[in-house]
């Protein structure tokens, strides 16, 4: 069974870092692209935070570029989402997502192939 299980989530004060990984299980990510998304307490699921496409292509959305960085190992068939000056405004609960497509992924959650459960971020003092 395909599946992709997010972990690392916690949490952190202000500035902190995080480093979550995306574990998949039942397929093989190496072509795959990879969709970071996160969803706040009460708000809609923000549009993708970051990608990475199989040929190692990255993007990231302008509140995240800097302090975010997305990599990827295939051999233990993960990605992570390394997090950096996390501050109260990150907090949400954070998925990964694996769509089936030539370069970066896609911005929108529906078109994306496979979907984890999401990990809990929480920064507060």
């Known amino acids: 069974q395909e599946q992709l299980v997010e972990s690392g989530g916690g949490l952190v004060q202000p500035g902190g870092s995080l480093r979550l990984s995306c574990a998949a299980s039942g397929f093989s990510l190496d072509n795959y692209a990879i969709g970071w998304f996160r969803q706040a307490p009460g708000k809609e699921r923000e549009g993708v935070l970051c990608?990475?496409?199989?040929?190692?292509?990255?993007y990231y959305e302008d509140s995240v570029k800097g302090r975010f960085t997305i990599s990827r190992d295939n051999a233990k068939n993960t990605v992570y989402l390394q997090m950096n000056s996390l501050q109260p405004e990150d907090t949400a609960v954070y998925s990964c997502?694996?769509?089936?497509?030539w370069g970066l992924g896609s911005s929108v959650w529906e078109d994306y192939d496979y979907w984890g459960p999401g990990t809990q971020v929480t920064i507060s003092s």
């Open positions: 997502a694996a769509h089936e497509t």
């Open positions: 990608t990475m496409g199989s040929d190692g292509s990255s």
